[in-house]
């Protein structure tokens, strides 16, 4: 053991050696300390706020999902609106209106040709693809407008069928131009709904 002395250069070394290392008696840096304290002082401020206030403040996980909650009444809210401003009049001119129709066909040939064929036909190549025509006049849940909005929105009601509700991918205004697209191809004015919904 050895004594704490001072070096020639005025530091300190503390009086002890371990396995030959000898250690200056420094002050820690003053920025160093400084942020030290700043973390202790924030412990004590995060502490109170978001454990011993009775109204805790949000956390980052709460916050996100009030905004998620936000954003889904917005699009609830949005789509009430949509559809009570739509009808099968609007969804008509829509489909004579080829900015609309052609940002359907880029919808459809997306998300809907998969199954319902490029040509609407639901085939390819002669074979048959898992949805039905669209293009025909046989519908199962009425070819009026708002039945196909309808449809597309809320999906078959039997889902092991694949037609899901697509108002889960689908904006309201893209779900009405991809139904105007389909609306576009039509030859034939619709037949009665084979199983109309009682919904609409
Ligand atoms: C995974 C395959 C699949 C995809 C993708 C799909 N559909 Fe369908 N669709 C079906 C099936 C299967 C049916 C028939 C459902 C039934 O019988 O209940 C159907 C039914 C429909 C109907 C009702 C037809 C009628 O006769 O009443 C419409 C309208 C329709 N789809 C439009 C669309 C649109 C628009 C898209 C794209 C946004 C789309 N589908 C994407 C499989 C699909």
Not at 83 to 93: G, K, R, T
Not at 189 to 197: D, I, M, T, V
């Amino acid at each position: 053991m050895q004594k704490s002395s001072d070096t020639s250069d005025g530091i300190t070394l503390r009086d002890h050696v371990y396995d030959g290392i000898e250690e200056y008696d420094q002050k820690l840096p003053n920025w160093w300390l400084f942020t030290l304290y700043i973390t202790m002082v924030w412990f004590v401020i995060a502490w109170v706020a978001y454990y011993q206030l009775p109204v805790n403040a949000p956390t980052d996980y709460e916050k996100l999902h009030k905004e998620i909650a936000q954003i889904e009444l917005k699009k609830q809210a949005e789509l009430e609106k949509m559809l009570a401003s739509l009808n099968d009049d609007s969804l008509l001119e829509m489909s004579k209106d080829p900015n609309h129709t052609s940002a359907g066909q880029a919808i459809y040939e997306s998300k809907c040709a998969a199954c319902h064929g490029v040509d609407l036909t639901a085939t390819l190549g002669g074979v048959n693809l898992p949805g039905v025509p669209l293009n025909d006049s046989e519908w199962i849940y009425g070819g009026n407008p708002l039945q196909i909005m309808y449809t597309v929105t809320h999906g078959s009601p039997d889902i092991t069928k694949g037609m899901i509700a697509w108002q889960a991918q689908l904006s309201p205004s893209e779900i009405a131009q991809v139904t105007s697209y389909i609306l576009s191809k039509q030859t034939a004015p619709p037949e009665p709904a084979l199983k109309p919904r009682t919904e609409i």
